[in-house]
């Protein structure tokens, strides 16, 4: 299995969105109604299996429409312009995009390149006056997230973060069940994500592209899962590594198994890996109920139960949701369910405090004035 895109497209089963009832309006229109009178025009910047897959995903967009591209190689602007349809005019590469201030027909630009290039590429777009919307994990720490937050800010544009699993409905379940009581006081989280990693030459596997391991391509899930799933922000952090591979991945994390205390007492359990396959699992119990979602945060199906049976939620093609409820919040200045610039640093602050208490042989790391 060469990477994590792989992985997850292999259990996905490609099932385009459907009708999504009892959603809020922010998670998009249903597949069955037309397009928007109103549509958000954007351009994608990174043509690799993912970029592929949310422009696939798009197709089925009611209010979010692919407009333009953004690569570093010609033949995949040439691929793109023919099958997406996409003007001359609308694509640009590495060197040229700040350009892209320039055109008046893109109104957003996705950043999906590897994870140690958001940062570059963030500000970039920012200083174009685009809005931007940039794959997780957001940076490679806090304090470039701070400096991203702040270059939009000060271009006045909007920032959001890939979290497509705040537009997923077996998630919004999750999440509305905890909010309304229905688990009762929460006692305890148990979430993972990992899969075995292939090819010892992907960008993944090196720290100047990758930023890190396993903790920041996918344990972010677990990290993020848990904040949802208990609605706390972890107050300390501790952690541990292990590395039964130390040539293929010695310049990042192999598996990583990190604790969150949450200021309720409600300690959060978690872990990832790129050691090992069928590693995928958010499970939060409280003094009245529980919910498990597994597989809980892949392309899909996602599948879940509660104590109350089986979770029934629609099944989705979770970038066709992610797109459109994107495209909601921005033009009909909408709330964002937690995708935005500053919920990406909630998380890269506990990633570097889970990285700090690894350095610090496990030691346990406070969060509280960081």
């Known amino acids: 299995m060469d990477s994590r895109r792989d992985f997850l497209q292999k259990l996905s089963f490609g099932i385009g969105a459907t009708a999504i009832s009892g959603l809020p309006a922010y998670a998009g229109a249903s597949c069955a109604s037309p397009k928007a009178d109103k549509q958000l025009r954007v351009a994608i910047m990174g043509l690799g299996s993912y970029g592929t897959r949310v422009a696939e995903a798009m197709k089925d967009c009611k209010m979010a429409t692919l407009v333009g591209a953004v690569s570093g190689t010609p033949s995949k602007l040439e691929t793109w312009k023919q099958k997406y349809n996409i003007p001359e005019k609308n694509t640009y590469n590495y060197e040229n995009v700040s350009k892209i201030k320039d055109n008046p027909d893109i109104d957003l630009v996705y950043v999906v390149t590897p994870n140690s290039l958001h940062h570059k590429h963030v500000l970039q777009i920012a200083a174009a006056g685009k809005h931007v919307l940039c ?25 959001y973060i890939g979290y497509r699993m705040h537009f997923e409905p077996h998630t919004r379940e999750l999440i509305r ?34 930023g890190g391991g396993a903790m920041m391509d996918v344990g972010i899930y677990a990290l993020n899962g848990a904040r949802y799933a208990t609605g706390e922000e972890p107050i300390w952090v501790t952690a541990q590594e292990s590395k039964t591979d130390p040539v293929k991945f010695k310049e990042v994390d192999e598996t990583i198994m990190f604790q969150l205390g949450f200021p309720s007492g409600v300690i959060a359990s978690c872990g990832t890996t790129y050691n090992f396959n ?54 009909n200045n909408k709330p964002d369910p937690n995708v935005s610039g500053a919920e990406g640093l909630k998380d890269m602050i506990v990633v570097d405090a889970v990285y700090e208490s690894i350095r610090k042989n496990g030691a346990k790391i406070m969060l509280t004035g960081k």
Not at 137 to 157: F, S
Not at 189 to 197: A, C, I, L
């Open 135 to 159: 794959e997780k994990p957001v940076a490679d720490n806090a304090k470039q997230t701070r400096e991203m937050i702040a270059a939009c800010e000060k271009a006045g544009v909007k920032f």
């Open 177 to 210: 069940m905890r909010e309304a009581g229905e688990f009762g006081k929460i006692m305890h989280v148990n979430n993972y994500m990992g899969f075995k990693s292939g090819d010892p030459n992907q960008w993944r596997l090196k720290k100047a592209l990758a």
């Open 278 to 331: 069928n590693y995928e699992r958010l499970y939060v119990v409280g003094e009245k109920g529980f919910a498990e979602l597994s597989p809980a945060f892949s392309y899909g199906p996602i599948k879940g139960h509660t104590h109350l049976g089986p979770m029934n939620q629609p099944v989705v093609t979770h970038q066709t949701l992610q797109m459109d409820g994107i495209a909601d919040i921005i033009l």
